[in-house]
């Protein structure tokens, strides 16, 4: 391989899962103003990567093809471009890429300064990895919840469902910080991974009690978070919610929206609320501190190497991944 040339994986066009996948050399990205390129150590996958093939963002997503896919990314800074100041040649980091230059699944990438933080000694790539999209999901899902991290404020008793994958299991754990009980659902073989997060209470989701989210103790849940890609009507929510209960969708459709929409007309006290995650660089970091002092951990489902990345993208889309995909090149 040319000493300016890399590995990457992309692919250019919508739809064909894992079969749209290619193994190329493309050249290495430059890093322009306000941007560092990074040696990638890890990257992590999220629902978010397939659906962004499968069309489901079209057409504002991919900005062109061929698009290599990936954002959540963990690395050493190789080279600054013009005005970076926080970062050196050398610096361990973690970041998020933008939705439209992406590039995780490759040995080089540029990120912005803006969305990139310092990765201690005390966090591995893969763990710094998953926190982007998953990490930041979960702690704005548990702030719109009402949820005080350090642990102020009146117990909220919670429901976090697919409490196993991504998105929940850092969402139980960081709920724990605060005054919270938490019901968690998950399948029967992560029953006890759940409950070593921290959770209260874990439902196995095949049960009829775990299918109409019933907590074992009997109580109310002043919010939901919901983590399922799959849809929950609103009927199976709303007898389980308190006076004034909200369900935190972090997977809205048109139906949600509907919802949505109608709960607010009517006044009604039980809401619920769509989610989209605003990545940034201040909670980023928080989370990445977290790690560092052990008060919040990645489950890793499986690690890929780049060569295999058709098997983590597999993973990926089966839906059933207990933690967090890891990409290594």
Not at 112 to 133: D, F
Not at 143 to 149: D, E, M, W
Not at 173 to 185: S, Y
Request: charged share 20%; proline share 6%; hydrophobic share 40%.
């Amino acid at each position: 391989m040319a000493e300016n040339m890399m590995h990457a994986v992309q692919y250019s066009s919508y739809g064909k899962g894992v079969a749209g996948l290619k193994h190329v050399e493309v050249p290495i990205p430059r890093a322009k103003k306000g941007e560092v390129l990074l040696k990638v150590e890890a990257t992590s996958l999220n629902p978010l990567d397939w659906k962004i093939q499968k069309g489901v963002i079209r057409p504002f997503l991919p900005r062109k093809f061929p698009y290599i896919p990936g954002t959540d990314v963990a690395g050493e800074v190789v080279k600054v471009g013009a005005g970076v100041k926080d970062f050196k040649a050398g610096d361990k980091v973690v970041a998020a890429l933008t939705l439209g230059s992406a590039g995780g699944l490759g040995e080089f990438v540029v990120a912005e300064e803006s969305l990139t933080v310092a990765r201690p000694p005390q966090v591995s790539a893969a763990e710094g990895s998953g926190l982007p999209i998953a990490g930041i999901t979960a702690y704005q899902a548990l702030t719109a919840a009402g949820v005080k991290l350090d642990g102020s404020g009146p117990q909220l008793n919670l429901l976090i469902t697919a409490a196993s994958g991504g998105v929940g299991h850092y969402a139980v754990q960081l709920a724990k910080l605060g005054n919270t009980h938490v019901t968690a659902t998950c399948g029967a073989r992560n029953l006890h991974l759940v409950k070593s997060l921290g959770a209260d209470e874990v439902l196995d989701y095949n049960t009829p009690d775990g299918a109409a989210l019933k907590s074992p103790s009997g109580c109310k849940y002043d919010s939901v978070i919901q983590c399922t890609l799959g849809v929950i009507p609103w009927s199976t929510f709303e007898p389980n919610l308190s006076t004034n209960g909200k369900v935190i969708q972090l997977t809205p459709n048109a139906t949600a929206f509907m919802t949505y929409l109608v709960k607010k007309l009517t006044l009604s006290k039980k809401q619920l609320i769509p989610l989209y995650a605003d990545v940034n660089k201040k909670d980023l970091d928080y989370l990445v501190q977290l790690v560092k002092e052990g008060k919040l951990k990645t489950v890793i489902d499986s690690k890929h190497p780049l060569s295999k990345a058709e098997d983590a993208w597999a993973k990926c889309l089966d839906g059933h991944a207990t933690g967090k995909i890891i990409a290594e090149p």
